[in-house]
């Protein structure tokens, strides 16, 4: 962080900019691996998709109460706190899924483990990033916090592109498909010691408050809602759920989350079942195009956003007609190349969407209202996560266009809505 001075501030950036990013990388890297894992314990696709399902809910339910405690218990403990859940979840993952690959358990048994697992991670995995946004804000002026919380928040993003990246490297020999799981959670104990050893801890004392941020998932770019959260304090001034300057924003961003969950989580089987590739084989390949898609979402909200100042109704439109024809051409592939370009150009998509829906969200009300705004902006961005998948990947049992062709026909409708109903 250029603005902070200090050379003890830029180390303690530094050192939460790899806590987010670790958690999102070990995260994603896992859910990278996770159908092929599926596949071959020759476990039913559903059950696999219920896995992204069961995390994303325990994430989304515990993460408004983690903002809230670090609040009271100081901030350092609660960073540390998801770290160690996030470690101790991966290294259970592990084991479990060793235990089912050697077939020292039954493959069910070896996935209820595994799921157990990743519910630890999901209720104390939470617990880092509002803690983490309140250190940054707690040492930064109010000039330098927006650039300083943006730019912490972008380590999830970039997360996103190295947790898929890196996942292939990490299928060891002896280990196999657990592998990536083992080598996060070292990367995560190591970086657990070094914030214990490092970080400061600013107390409960601070007038600074972080905010609930949506699972790091794959397709689940930021979209800088937590960062408007964070920056704007809760008010007493409720709003209605149905309140007609929010509710079209509202229905768009919901459409627009389960359209690319479906294409997100879904695509693992693809890649396996369109290329005719054995699990192993398969994941440098899904690696490849996870890869391909969180690059181009972060080149539109970090490149071409920024020089295009579209107005957020601009985005939303113009973010779903470019998913939707990414969908189309996903369900049409049938190699490498198409199936990689495909999932760009829909994650170049959405990438412009989902900011155009936080944008356009936080435009639609006045001042006082932007943390309460920002908090229902995040809990959309969360729920997609738990129903989107298991829906995509119900549809893909059917037939493996029907996820890709539903997203492209919602989007395409989600387009026509917003043309007439958004604002802004």
């Known amino acids: 962080m250029a603005a902070l001075g200090l050379s003890g501030e830029r180390r303690d950036f530094a050192l939460l900019f790899l806590v987010m990013l670790t958690i999102a990388a070990g995260n994603t890297a896992l859910q990278s691996v996770l159908p092929a894992i599926g596949r071959l314990l020759a476990l039913p696709d559903t059950v696999v998709a219920l896995t992204f399902s069961f995390s994303a809910l325990v994430w989304a339910l515990a993460a408004p109460g983690w903002a809230r405690r670090s609040d009271r218990k100081g901030r350092k403990r609660?960073?540390?706190?998801?770290?160690?859940?996030?470690?101790?979840?991966?290294?259970?993952?592990?084991?479990?899924?060793?235990?089912?690959?050697?077939?020292?358990?039954?493959?069910?048994?070896?996935?209820a483990g595994f799921v157990a697992a990743r519910m630890i991670y999901g209720f104390f995995g939470a617990a880092a990033p509002p803690a983490a946004q309140a250190l940054v804000a707690s040492r930064t002026?109010?000039?330098?916090?927006?650039?300083?919380?943006?730019?912490?928040?972008?380590?999830?993003?970039?997360?996103?592109?190295?947790?898929?990246?890196?996942?292939?490297?990490?299928?060891?020999?002896?280990?196999?498909?657990?592998?990536?799981?083992?080598?996060?959670?070292?990367?995560?104990?190591?970086?657990?010691?070094?914030?214990?050893?490092?970080?400061?801890?600013?107390?409960?004392?601070?007038?600074?408050?972080?905010?609930?941020?949506?699972?790091?998932?794959?397709?689940?770019?930021?979209?800088?809602?937590?960062?408007?959260?964070?920056?704007?304090?809760?008010?007493?001034?409720?709003?209605?759920?149905?309140?007609?300057?929010?509710?079209?924003?509202?229905?768009?961003?919901?459409?627009a989350g389960h359209a690319q969950a479906m294409a997100g989580q879904a695509m693992g089987f693809l890649v396996m079942d369109r290329l005719h590739l054995p699990p192993i084989a398969a994941q440098p390949v899904i690696g490849l195009v996870l890869m391909a898609g969180a690059a181009a979402a972060l080149l539109a909200q970090?490149?071409?956003?920024?020089?295009?100042?579209?107005?957020?109704?601009?985005?939303?439109?113009?973010?779903?007609?470019?998913?939707?024809?990414?969908?189309?051409?996903?369900?049409?592939?049938?190699?490498?190349?198409?199936?990689?370009v495909a999932f760009a150009l829909s994650s170049l998509g959405f990438g412009f969407l989902r900011p155009g829906f936080t944008a356009g969200a936080s435009l639609a009300v006045g001042t006082r209202e932007q943390g309460v705004v920002a908090g229902r902006v995040t809990s959309v961005n969360g729920a997609v996560f738990v129903l989107g998948p298991s829906i995509g990947i119900g549809l893909y049992q059917i037939a493996p266009p029907f996820p890709y062709l539903l997203a492209a026909v919602a989007l395409l409708l989600n387009a026509v809505y917003a043309a007439r109903r958004l604002r802004g």
């Open 78 to 111: 609660m960073v540390l706190t998801g770290l160690a859940g996030f470690t101790l979840s991966l290294a259970l993952c592990a084991v479990a899924l060793t235990a089912g690959i050697a077939g020292w358990v039954t493959a069910m048994l070896a996935f």
């Open 141 to 255: 002026s109010r000039a330098q916090r927006t650039a300083a919380l943006t730019m912490l928040a972008s380590a999830f993003g970039l997360g996103t592109i190295l947790g898929p990246a890196l996942a292939p490297f990490f299928v060891l020999p002896w280990v196999g498909l657990a592998g990536p799981a083992y080598v996060f959670a070292l990367f995560g104990l190591v970086v657990l010691v070094a914030a214990y050893r490092l970080l400061p801890d600013d107390g409960a004392e601070a007038k600074v408050h972080g905010a609930a941020t949506a699972e790091p998932s794959i397709g689940g770019e930021p979209s800088g809602a937590s960062v408007i959260a964070a920056l704007n304090e809760q008010t007493s001034q409720r709003l209605r759920w149905n309140d007609p300057r929010l509710m079209p924003w509202m229905v768009s961003g919901v459409i």
């Open 302 to 340: 970090w490149g071409i956003i920024p020089r295009l100042k579209l107005p957020p109704r601009a985005m939303v439109i113009w973010g779903a007609l470019i998913a939707a024809a990414g969908c189309a051409m996903i369900a049409a592939a049938s190699d490498v190349h198409g199936l990689a």
